[in-house]
């Protein structure tokens, strides 16, 4: 998004549904800070894989298709057994920039779609008869009206839907743009603009919903590569082991090491100059600077697999059902920032979810796949 970031427009949402090097000059300080990052009561003991922030706050997915929420009384399982019923690990999850809907992918070619307004879980397992498993996804437009779909997998495919005016799903001729590679993560800066990386550190950018790539690197790195965060053209991050985050500005890559214990950094999302990575050991990481992280020691020692910048709260997920969280309103009201505070005030958890009757699937429907020249 270019004139807002995601949470500003989550925040508006929100507040509508409730009514090794281092680079030269950059360093990664260590933190402990108990008081900002607290670990929650989780439903599952199961791991949890990926999370996204929505208009209804936190989702997080993982492992028995389990799909979680948080709501004004903790976290809550919304879908149990994923879309078929079938108990497939979820691997991935991304929401429609209105936050009004989560798309999550997982084991055996499951794709499923869960809308927080109508509570309506909508199952588009296995299209084309793909079974592969996805391994993440990223989704660009309004829920239920102009979505563009971007799905990855362990087979190094992208597939790409595109919401048709009757509400099927068409989709394109599949691609590789990691070369065949497994491809753990894909982000969109726009509605065709994004980037992938792949487990072969090979990253690749599109700037035409995916038809072609252009690999953009990263040639001298030796160490696997687990996450990608797109902002734009000239600002990538991708989240890899040896405790390193990767920038590219346009022209080159820079190594950042953030975790001088050398820690696998497993996930990281943008929004805007905000930024959030997580990874082994517990740790977490916040973005200061384009080539400055601080890190955060947590109560915890398991590996985090999931984070995501949030309206409400920003989160991070893991091994054995760990979610971190940190509550977002109470941070931005002490900035002092007149406009950030009554954004705030309008989507305080409180003003969010206050009432609010818990999430579940009230309707099921099978979702419909069209081959391209169809409607």
Not at 64 to 91: E, F, I, K
Not at 269 to 289: F, K, N, P, V
Request: hydrophobic share 35%.
């Amino acid at each position: 998004m270019s004139d807002h970031t995601r949470r500003d427009v989550l925040r508006l949402a929100t507040a509508s549904a409730a009514g090794s090097v281092l680079a030269v000059g950059s360093a990664a300080a260590v933190q402990s800070d108990d008081d900002e990052w607290e670990q929650a009561e989780s439903p599952t003991g199961k791991a949890l894989a990926d999370a996204v922030d929505t208009a209804a706050g936190p989702f997080a997915v993982g492992a028995d298709g389990n799909v979680l929420a948080r709501r004004d009384d903790g976290w809550q399982t919304v879908v149990a057994y994923g879309p078929q019923a079938r108990s497939r690990r979820l691997t991935g999850i991304d929401a429609t920039d209105d936050g009004r809907a989560v798309w999550f992918v997982g084991g055996s070619g499951v794709i499923g779609e869960y809308d927080v307004e109508s509570q309506t879980l909508t199952n588009y397992s296995a299209p084309q008869g793909k079974t592969s498993t996805w391994e993440d996804c990223a989704v660009r437009g309004a829920a239920g009206e102009n979505e563009r779909l971007y799905f990855v997998n362990g087979s190094g495919e992208l597939l790409v839907g595109v919401r048709q005016d009757d509400g099927a799903i068409r989709y394109a001729e599949v691609t590789e743009p990691g070369g065949g590679s497994t491809i753990p993560g894909i982000d969109y800066h726009a509605r065709e603009a994004g980037h992938v990386c792949s487990t072969s550190q090979f990253v690749a950018a599109t700037a035409d919903g995916g038809e072609t790539w252009e690999q953009i690197g990263i040639d001298f790195a030796g160490g696997a590569f687990f996450d990608i965060a797109s902002q734009g053209d000239r600002d990538v991050n991708v989240a890899a082991g040896s405790g390193i985050v990767y920038r590219y500005d346009g022209f080159r890559w820079t190594p950042h090491v953030v975790d001088g214990d050398r820690r696998a950094v497993r996930a990281i999302d943008r929004d805007g100059d905000d930024g959030l990575a997580a990874g082994d050991g517990g740790t977490l990481y916040e973005r200061q600077s384009a080539g400055q992280w601080r890190r955060y020691e947590t109560s915890v020692e398991t590996k985090l697999h999931g984070v995501a910048s949030g309206s409400t709260y920003d989160v991070a997920v893991g091994d054995g059902g760990t979610i971190l969280e940190r509550r977002v309103g109470a941070a931005d009201a002490d900035d002092g920032n007149e406009t950030n505070a009554t954004a705030t005030d309008l989507a305080s958890p409180s003003a969010v979810v206050s009432g609010v009757e818990p999430l579940s699937v009230e309707r099921y429907v099978d979702g419909e796949w069209v081959a391209p020249g169809e409607r």
